[in-house]
Every structure is written in C-alpha cells, then in structure tokens.
C-alpha cells in the first residue's frame, strides 16, 4: 500500500531534523508546523526546504515548516502520533528512534517500563478529566475568593455597617469573579478540545453555542423531549465535555475527506453547524437532566443523610484520592456551584484532609524517639494544613497501613460534624485545610472549622490509641540513629539488599519534567535522570539527608550524597555561572553533615531576571546508571518544599 502524502511528509520532517528525539516539541498554525528543536546542528535546511510538500522553512524561537492550510493539520496530527504525544504536551525524552542517543536510552530505561505501561480505560478517562480541569483551578481559587469577599462586603453594606459607595467595589469584584464562572463553559470547551484533539478554537465555540446568544427571547428554542424552553447553560460542563468530545470524533472523520486546499474553510464550517445542532437540540436537555438529577441526588443525600452521610463521604475521600478515582468530582463540584452558588461536597471531603493532620500528629508524638520518622512528618506535615494532602498520605499514613485506616475515620468524623450541623458550601475548587476558609458562603464557615478541628481530633486521638503499629513503637523504642532512608526501607517493608530513597523538593514553585529545560545536557539525561523546578521562591533546601559533596565557587550548584548512597546535583538557573556568585548566598560547606529539609542556599531570583537568566533548578540523580530505578513520583506543576519528587531504588 502506498505511503500517505501527509505521512511521507511527516517522516521526511522528522529525517531532516536530527528525528523524533530531536524535537521537544510540535505545535501548528494556519499554515505551519512549528517545532521545538532540541539541537539545529542536526538540522539540514537545505533537505528539509526540499520535501515535496513543504513550501518553505522559518527560523525562529521555533523551527517553522509550512506546508499550508488543510495539510498542515494533518502533518502536524501525523509527526504527535509517531512521537506518541498531543499536539503542544512535550516530548518524552525517550522517543529516540533505534540506534540514536545510545547514552540517552540507557538512562531513560527504568522511566520507558513505567510511562509506557498502558493504563486501563477508567484511568485515562479520570486523566483526561484531570487535564481539562487542572488548569483552571487558579483562576477557581482567585476568582472564588474575590467573590468571597464581594458577598462579605456586600452583607456589610445591607446591615449598614459600610456606606453604600462601597457597592462599587463589590460591583468591580464581582465584574472579576464573572469573567471566569459566566463563560466557564468556553473555557471549558477550549480545554476539552486540546484534550480529545479537536480545534481548541472550535472548543471554545461549542462552549458558548450551550449559553444561547442570539436567542429570540419572545420565541425561544424547546426541549425536544419536554416541549419546554431551552435555558441558558442547561446541561451545563456535562454537556460541553461531551459535545466537545463528538466534536473531536466528527472533526477528525471530515479532515480524511476534504480536500487540502478547501479544508480550512469547509472543516470548521461543517463541523459547527453539525454538533451545534447536536449541542442544542440534543445534548442540552439530555445533560442538563443528568445534572439535576446529579446535583439535586447528592444535595438530597447530604440533606437527608446528615451526619451519616457526612462520615461516608468524609471517609471515603483518601481512598479516592489514593486511587485518583477524586478528578471526577471535578465536573460535580463545578455544577453544583452553577446550579446552587456553591458546592456542599467540598467542604465535606476537605475533612480528609483534616483527619490525615490529626493521624500525623498523633505517629509524630507517640514515635517521636525515632528522628529520621519525624523529619518526614515535619516536611509533610504544613503542606497538608494547608490543604494538599498527598505527602501525609504517600510519605507517612499509607506506608505504615493502621494510619491510613484511622485517619479515614477522622475524615468521617469531621464530615459527620459537617452534614449533622447542615449546610456549608464553598463558592469554588481548590485547595482544601485551612486555605479553604475563604470560599465558604454565607458566613457559615464556623461549620467548615468546627469540622476541620473534630477532623483533627478524632484522626489524632483514634490513631494514638489504635492506629500505632506496635512493630513502628518497638522501632522508634530502639531507634539507634539511623537515617530517613533507611526508615523508609522499614516502613515500606523493603529487604536490606532493596533500598528506596525519596528525594524531596528542594524549592517551591513549579515542577517540570527534566526534558524541557532548555539546556540539552540536562534535558538530554546526560548528567542523569531527574527532574526541574521553575522556582518562586529564592530558598533551597537539602532534598535529602546526607553530606554535603560540593559546594560550586560561584555558589550556583551543590552536590550532595545522600546516606545510601545516591548522588544529588543541584544546578540553579541556566548560565547563572556567569554571574560569579552574584544574587547568591551559600549556607554550607562541603562534607558537612546535612538533614533533609535544611537550608542549602539562596538566591535573589530578581538578580537572575535582571540579567535575563532563566531561573530554572535542575534535581538530577547523577549515578543514575548505577541506580535500579529513577522514577518521578510528583505530578507536574506547583510543588512545595518538602513534597517527594523522585523515587530512588537501589
């Protein structure tokens, strides 16, 4: 069978580029392939001017292929599929074609058996949730506590204790909050498209045809099934996920149809006027009873069910959590708020969160004894005050077992306070703990702290008196010094000979896969597997207990040997050797003992800024090849000090 005309280009592409594993990443525009090359000495200009289908190549931030509108999608759909990614998501730094970057497949060996293992349907449907969601929860968090205090100010100013000119502050605040709940949908539709591989433009518009612009209010649309009129929004993100999901199915069927040159005019056209169609007269009515049911049945279920109810809930939480089955909550939590202002459930399943603290407290006080234990309730511990709950659960309660168990039932116990003492709602997602206090509505948020502190209580009280392995208090009773890692061997039930390390944050800010420095000798593993930190804060600490192997002149790097063995390198900012030592403070020396968490150095990141440098923090494993398994175990995105990063098996 004759190759495919946009194959053959997408493979002559990749040829005269230096390949898959020289591209970091593909985008494309109206008429281009726009390529993020990892090294332009591999590639050949000339040979690449002369594929039969390319019209001609721009050198830039990217490498620009243009091809033309119609081919151009095809192409680029064409070069993500061979390098098994999405358009704009960065390549993984194994995709180098056999017999290429020899030294680059032998450190990313451990990394391919684990990325590669294909994950069952009902997990990538929960990542594809997490996907379309995620990004948004900023603005969730922002704009939700701008309104927060618009209702605050506003229930000020109808008691008569501000001044009716404060309205217009409450009036611009909640001009702010709308600019992200009154279009969510588009939003939404964007975001869903980038995910299921549709148009994102497209997305976007398949978002808003749900809000009914252009209606004829005197004559409304019906519902086919009901003979009722279409309300603006009904269906809400249920239906836009979906449509935009069959938006994405009929978009790809029409691209194998039309024709190239008629592509970027017919395509997009079709496509809306199908499933617009679609959108309104069937997937609005069908969603939008699903999400009444939805909504109505869990706001029933807290109602009638009260306190049991709420200790269900509250219980079942980090199991969720644990198994990542909580990204689809996302969607009900976002039609709850639409549909009544705010969602009930959070701050329910926010006491999970609570009864980890109070289990956590609880092994800190009663194992004590044993320091290297302690160290890492210390560094996991305010993160999870705060809301983020994954390093008590990963790095403390599971591990032992019994904890995980009672600080479920802490959970219940602080959701059952919840759902007894009746409503309290938060006005958006997000973080939960103590950053949630600000999006409860209606002045009911000393329901939401009289849950978290029972939460505390009863995840404390009932892990100290039945949640304490005896073969833990035994340990921490004879505990001779040893070092968190090897801990963390005993509590994970590893043998003597099979050694686990985990390397924590050393700053806070955002973490990024290692390929995407831009910086080849990092991005290419040639120093060693690892992973990156876009920082926001000038502070790093030591990401593992150990000693201290070098301390770089200009104070940029620190290398580190951690007490079994695996070498840490850290490499603050690109280039930053250039500005011999300026912006930065060192805190020790070399072959000096450190603890994990202990401040290393810092640096003034507005120096990087002034001098143009980007400040991006390398973590890498540096006898990676020596090392049974390197693997990153923190999702990408922000990170605090103290999380677990890297998983490190000897």
């Known amino acids: 069978m004759a190759e495919d005309k946009n194959a053959r280009i997408a493979r002559e592409i990749y040829e005269n580029v230096g390949g898959v594993s020289n591209v970091a990443k593909i985008i494309h525009c109206m008429t281009r392939v726009r390529m993020t090359i990892k090294d332009y000495s591999q590639v050949d200009l000339d040979k690449l001017k002369a594929v039969d289908g390319v019209m001609g190549v721009v050198e830039d931030d990217t490498l620009q292929v243009i091809v033309g509108p119609g081919t151009v999608n095809k192409v680029a759909g064409k070069m993500v599929e061979t390098a098994g ?29 684990n990325k590669y293992n294909k994950p069952s349907r009902i997990k990538t449907i929960l990542k594809m949730i997490a996907n379309i969601f995620v990004p948004l929860i900023p603005a969730f968090v922002g704009a939700g506590i701008v309104g927060g205090v618009a209702a605050v100010l506003s229930n000020m100013i109808v008691a008569g204790d501000l001044s009716s000119s404060f309205q217009q502050y409450v009036d611009v605040m909640n001009i702010i909050k709308n600019g992200i709940f009154s279009y969510l949908v ?23 045809v749900t809000l009914l612009n252009g209606m004829n209010v005197e004559a409304p649309l019906t519902n086919i099934f009901t003979g009722q009129p279409l309300a ?52 609005m009515p069908v969603a939008g009873a699903i999400s009444l049911a939805l909504v109505g049945g869990i706001n029933g279920l807290l109602h009638i069910g009260g306190a049991i109810a709420g200790f269900v809930l509250g219980a079942a939480f980090l199991p969720m959590v644990m198994l990542g089955l909580h990204q689809v909550l996302t969607p009900i939590h976002i039609e709850m708020i639409e549909k009544t202002g705010s969602t009930q459930l959070l701050p329910i399943l926010a006491m999970a969160g609570g009864g980890q603290v109070g289990a956590a407290l609880a092994l800190a006080l009663r194992l004590r004894k044993n320091k290297a234990f302690l160290e890492l309730v210390k560094g996991a511990l305010p993160v999870g005050i705060l809301g983020i709950g994954e390093p008590l659960i990963y790095g403390v309660t599971l591990p032992l077992g019994r904890p995980f168990i009672t600080a479920c039932i802490g959970g219940g116990v602080g959701g059952a306070v919840i759902g007894a003492m009746g409503y309290a709602g938060a006005t958006a997602i997000g973080p939960s703990g103590l950053a949630l206090i600000p999006l409860i509505v209606q002045g009911r948020w000393y329901v939401y702290i009289i849950g978290l502190l029972a939460a505390y209580a009863a995840g404390f009280f009932i ?25 963390d061997n005993q509590i994970m039930g590893l043998s ?26 990092f991005s290419a593993g040639m120093l060693g597997a690892g992973a990156a930190i876009v920082p926001t804060d000038g502070t790093v600490v030591a990401p593992v207990s150990g000693t201290v192997t070098s301390v770089f002149p200009t104070k940029h790097a620190i290398g580190l040997t951690s007490d079994s063995g695996v070498e840490v390198l850290l490499h603050v900012g690109l280039d930053t050797v250039k500005l011999d030592g300026e912006g930065f403070e060192t805190f020790v020396v070399a072959n000096q003992r450190v603890q994990v968490g202990e401040k290393l150095l810092t640096v003034d990141l507005d120096v990087l800024q002034k001098h143009g440098l980007n400040p991006v923090t390398m973590m890498v494993i540096t006898n990676s090849a020596d090392l049974d398994d390197v693997s990153v175990v923190a999702d990408p995105g922000e990170i605090q000090i103290g999380v677990a990063v890297l998983d490190v098996k000897k």
Do not use: C
Not at 186 to 206: H, K, R
Not at 255 to 266: A, Q, Y
Not at 471 to 485: C, I, L, N, R
């Open 463 to 487: 892990t100290y008196f039945f949640g304490i392995p005896a073969s833990e208090k035994e340990k921490a009773d004879h505990y001779q010094g040893d070092d968190v890692a090897t801990v």
């Open 85 to 113: 990614v999405k358009l704009g998501e960065e390549f993984p730094g194994d995709n180098a074609p056999a017999g290429n970057l020899d030294d680059l497949a032998a450190n990313t060996k451990s990394e391919m058996k």
């Open 186 to 208: 588009i939003y939404v539709g964007i975001n869903a498209a980038q995910e299921f591989g549709a148009t994102p433009s497209l997305g976007g518009v398949i978002g808003a």
């Open 496 to 521: 003597a000979t099979e050694t686990e390390t985990k390397i924590m944050a050393p700053m806070t800010g955002e973490l990024v896969k290692l390929e995407t420095v831009p910086d080849e000798v």
């Open 232 to 283: 603006s929004g009904q269906g809400g993100i249920i239906g836009v996920i979906f449509a935009v999901w069959l938006l994405s199915l009929f978009e790809k069927q029409l691209r194998k149809v039309i024709p190239d040159s008629i592509d970027i005019i017919v395509t997009p056209t079709i496509s809306l006027i199908v499933v617009g169609l679609a959108t309104i007269f069937l997937i």
